[in-house]
């Protein structure tokens, strides 16, 4: 079997930050491309005319000139016991728990039915071009088991962890008296750093942890630093007032969870709709991320992310679907509602940053830019394949163009499922459109 292979195909990834000043080596665009991947790592990039000629006999070569490669896209926020109740009408965030997210996460504590879900969700997120997600289990043990089995079943760099709860939601869903911190441990020490998988602590939000369960999550925290942690932060405004009763003394939501020792590099905090700026500081100096999920709040009508004040301020940022929250766990349905939700916020999203916050950015939110997110040498090799006629709008819209950032940028608010052709991880087809 050869180990080395090389796909010929147009090829576009990020270099750095698009929206940073020094934006024109952010991206770089090959249109006749070719990646050659060494036993699941990426060894070369570069113009097909000038590596085609010194590439040696063994390396068998993938043409696919009409496709579009792309980084495999990267969500940081996502809840997969929330799959089977996605497209729930009619109400925001509290109601919305109450009466549809905590019925359906109930149905964790049976193995047999969180294998099923964790197995579809898998196979969704690579069908949608998604190669890595920060995923919420459920508060059950075996929640979490089922999607680590899922993910390492297919060979996917994923994040994820039990939710810790212990108040303020149903019996059922409720941590015992030790917080779910044994549970979490055991966790960690079963998955965390398993081959391509890793391990998040994950108090639900503010809400639904006492005091002493926020404490000793942040204490386990600060014992396994290089293990993630990620909790919703400011998403609703019912959400935030209910915080500000439970935590009077707390200068602000954020401050909630600073005070615990949640926030610190490796932390992920979903939505970040309501901070100020004092909270950003502080996120930036702790080296936390935002989960940016526009999706999910325009469908609950929370409100609106504002990116440009994150970014002013430094701060990591990845976009998230947010699933169930969010009604599509495609990202490039994600980044369209990005563009939109931002738009009526006064800003805006070129096509290329919005592929960082996909890619590159994402990666950097995860502090996983080391191995994933770009196609720099030495990077495992996850990577999509874009099928620029996937539906007559999007066919017809992109032969209007030459120019890639007009495509990309059609190609993502155009574009759905249909428009991921293959999907790879570490150079190994695990999806393929029709088969
Ligand atoms: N806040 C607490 N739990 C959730 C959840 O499941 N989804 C969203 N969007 N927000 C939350
Ligand atoms: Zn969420």
């Not at 930050?17 to 036993?39: H, K, M, R, T």
């Not at 570069?46 to 980084?71: F, H, M, N, T, Y």
């Not at 996605?86 to 009466?99: F, H, K, M, P, V």
């Not at 209007?400 to 759905?416: C, H, I, R, Y």
């Amino acid at each position: 079997m050869t180990l080395r292979r090389a796909f010929r195909a147009s090829i576009l990834h990020c270099l750095a930050d698009p929206g940073e000043a020094n934006a024109s080596s952010a991206i770089e665009y090959f249109d006749d491309g070719l990646l050659v991947v060494n036993n699941g790592l990426v060894e070369q990039l570069g113009p097909a005319a000038a590596l085609l000629a010194g590439l040696s006999a063994d390396v068998e070569l993938i043409e696919c000139r009409d496709k579009l490669i792309i980084p495999g896209l990267i969500d940081c926020h996502v809840h997969y016991p929330q799959i089977d109740m996605i497209a729930s009408y009619g109400t925001q965030l509290l109601d919305w728990l109450e009466r549809y997210a905590y019925p359906t996460e109930c149905r964790f504590s049976d193995a047999q039915h969180a294998a099923e879900v964790a197995a579809y969700f898998a196979d969704a997120l690579l069908r949608n071009g998604t190669t890595t997600a920060l995923v919420f289990a459920t508060v059950h043990v075996e929640s979490a088991d089922a999607i680590f089995a899922a993910a390492e079943q297919r060979g996917m760099r994923l994040i994820a962890g039990k939710v810790l709860m212990d108040r303020n939601c149903p019996e059922q869903l409720r941590d015992g008296p030790d917080g779910g911190i044994e549970a979490s441990r055991k966790l960690i020490d079963r998955w965390h750093g398993k081959g391509r998988l890793s391990y998040a602590i994950t108090p639900r939000f503010a809400i639904t942890s006492s005091n002493r369960q926020l404490q000793a999550a942040g204490e386990l925290a600060a014992e396994f630093p290089d293990v993630y942690l990620q909790t919703h932060l400011a998403e609703n405004a019912a959400e935030i007032d209910m915080v500000a009763k439970l935590f009077p003394k707390n200068r602000s939501y954020y401050d909630v969870y600073d005070r615990f020792g949640l926030s610190r590099a490796r932390s992920v905090f979903a939505h970040c709709l309501n901070i100020d700026d004092a909270d950003r500081q502080q996120l930036q100096r702790r080296g936390a991320a935002i989960a940016f999920c526009p999706g999910s709040n325009l469908f609950l009508g929370s409100g609106l992310f504002d990116l440009r004040s994150a970014s002013n301020s430094r701060i990591r940022v990845g976009i998230g679907s947010d699933v169930g929250g969010g009604s599509s766990l495609n990202l490039l349905r994600t980044l369209s509602d990005a563009y939109k939700a931002l738009q009526l916020n006064g800003q805006s999203l070129p096509g290329f940053r919005a592929l960082y916050l996909a890619t590159l950015g994402a990666a950097k939110a995860l502090y996983l830019d080391d191995r994933i997110g770009n196609f720099a040498s030495g990077k495992e090799a996850d990577f999509i394949m874009l099928d620029s006629s996937s539906s007559p709008a999007v066919k017809r819209r992109l032969s209007q163009s030459t120019d890639v950032a007009e495509k990309f940028f059609a190609l993502m608010t155009l574009g759905d499922d249909r428009a991921v052709a293959a999907t790879y991880l570490m150079g190994r087809s695990v999806f393929t459109a029709g088969e």
